[in-house]
Nanobody, 124 residues
Framework: VQLQASGGGLVRAGDSLRLTCAAS????????IAWFRQAPGKEREFVAG???????IYADSVKGRFTISRDNTKNTAYLQMNSLEPEDTAVYYC???????????????????WGQGTQVTVSS
């Protein structure tokens, strides 16, 4: 299994970015893809996740600003981030696994497959 994350960058507060996570190597179609982020000196935290049936779950801190979507034909998920704030600055990681129920999606320990991080920096 491989996860390829891309799309990070340096933007100003209020700007938008779109992150992409391409997952390959899964033999099951019941794949959940999620985004986590880790700011310096902080724990890695859940941002958003989307199950195979497009059921999306968000952290309270990003609701209304971020949208997660997926293309099941490509096993690829997208995180559209609007109205970015300096507090969104972090390394963003995508993670994926199979068989997750909705309540497990935000749990970091449920994911055994992680991509490399992509840096998102939001200046004020």
């Amino acid at each position: 299994v491989q996860l390829q994350a891309s799309g990070g960058g340096l933007v100003r507060a209020g700007d938008s970015l779109r992150l992409t996570c391409a997952a390959s190597g899964f033999t099951s179609r019941y794949v959940t893809i999620a985004w986590f982020r880790q700011a310096p000196g902080k724990e890695r935290e859940f941002v958003a996740g989307i199950r195979w049936n497009r059921n999306a779950i968000y952290a309270d801190s990003v609701k209304g600003r971020f949208t997660i979507s997926r293309d099941n034909t490509k096993n690829t998920a997208y995180l559209q981030m609007n109205s970015l704030e300096p507090e969104d600055t972090a390394v963003y990681y995508c993670a994926a696994d199979t068989g997750l129920i909705a309540s497990s999606v935000p749990s970091r320990d449920q994911y055994h497959n992680w991509g490399q991080g992509t840096q998102v920096t939001v200046s004020s």
